[in-house]
């Protein structure tokens, strides 16, 4: 067999999707206010604690080393602050809003010559639902209903009510209307979200694991969070005055605000951390989307770099690229590398996708630290 066929192969075959640890747990056996404890954290680590999922959950229960803690802080805080975020559960990090919009009286989105008007929930409109359709992926229903009968309506026949999650997709929405000559107003899948619990960090984490009858926050001042007591640490509402032993998180992602080429990048990274991220996942590219909203350049640049004499993109670690998320244009076509040579970045506006870029480009950077 040809060597470098062989190769290749050999690169598919190992071809996996690394699971996504985005932060490690510190227990802090010391009692301490909420605030008391967001400062010491800050400090010395991230953050307050932050649970994406009932394994950070279980990852958190495994850091706490003492069995005779009873109530432990967190980093979830209520806050009044209101959110948008698509049926499908995804966070709407990509917005297109109509002029003056949303105006914040109502909580669900309807699509209007490709921008975004909020809309009473109650109106009924025709809506578009995300299907398995091998063409479009997209189901346009020609019924007036409202928001949650549209929703409830994809749900049992198709998918679930369309999320838009970039600019690609909101183009690719509008000639689907255009091209069929649909209603000029249909609901899509946002609706806004009056949860007032935030993260310490500012993350964009719906994830609650709040025990029976909580947060109990009637009548009271109880705007912080522990997690309880027993084996299940199910979480309950506390004044954020009582002093308890918390929870701090480090990120596994640091995004670093120095303008450096690729290469330089690369020996900070591995000088003061463990390398230049790669993204292997969507989940790990929800992570690093979420880093990248807070650089200072267009793109930051990736551990991914292109090795022209296969015409193939790696990672620093060695893994073929398995999971993509180029824009178009990039990462599917010969470089030419009798120019010079190219890597990996990710945009830091618009809707996020890779780009291929000269390595001498000086860029702000994400290192990973494992």
Known sequence: ????????????????????????????????????????????????????????????????NDGGVQYIWIGLQKTSVDK????????????????????????????????????????????????SNMNTGLVFVNQTKNWRDAQSYCR???IDLVSVRNQNESQQIQKFINDNHRSNDVWIGLF????????????????????????????????????GPNALRRWHADSCNNQFPFVCHEDKLILIKENLTWPEAL????????????VHSVEMQEEVMN???????????????????????????GEIVCYQNWAPGNGTTPENCSLTKRKGALQSGGDQRWISLPETHKLNFICSRS
């Open 291 to 317: 880093v990248v909203k807070r650089a200072s350049t267009e793109a930051v640049w990736l551990g991914l770099h292109n090795y022209c004499q296969m015409n193939m993109w790696l990672w620093l670690s």
């Open 84 to 131: 948008w975020q698509w049926s499908s559960g995804e966070p709407a990090l990509y917005l297109n809003w109509g002029s003056g919009q949303p105006d914040g009286r109502v909580e669900c989105a309807m699509m209007r010559n490709g921008e975004w008007h909020d809309w009473s929930c109650s109106n009924n409109l025709t809506f578009i639902c995300s299907s």
């Open 267 to 278: 020996r900070h990274c591995r000088q003061n951390y463990t390398d230049l991220v790669s």
């Open 192 to 227: 806004r979200v009056r949860d007032p619990w935030q993260w310490s960090d500012q993350s964009n984490s719906s994830f609650r694991d709040w025990n029976t009858d909580e947060p109990d926050i009637i009548g009271k001042l109880k705007n912080c969070t522990v997690i």
């Open 1 to 64: 067999m040809d060597q470098t066929l062989y190769l290749i192969l050999l690169l598919i075959a190992l071809c996996s999707i690394s699971e996504c640890v985005q932060r490690q747990y510190h227990f802090i056996n010391v009692l301490k206010t909420w605030t008391e404890a967001q400062r010491f954290c800050r400090k010395n680590y991230t953050d307050l604690a932050t649970v994406d999922n009932m394994n950070d959950m279980n990852e958190l229960k495994k850091s706490v």
């Open 156 to 158: 049992q026949n198709h």
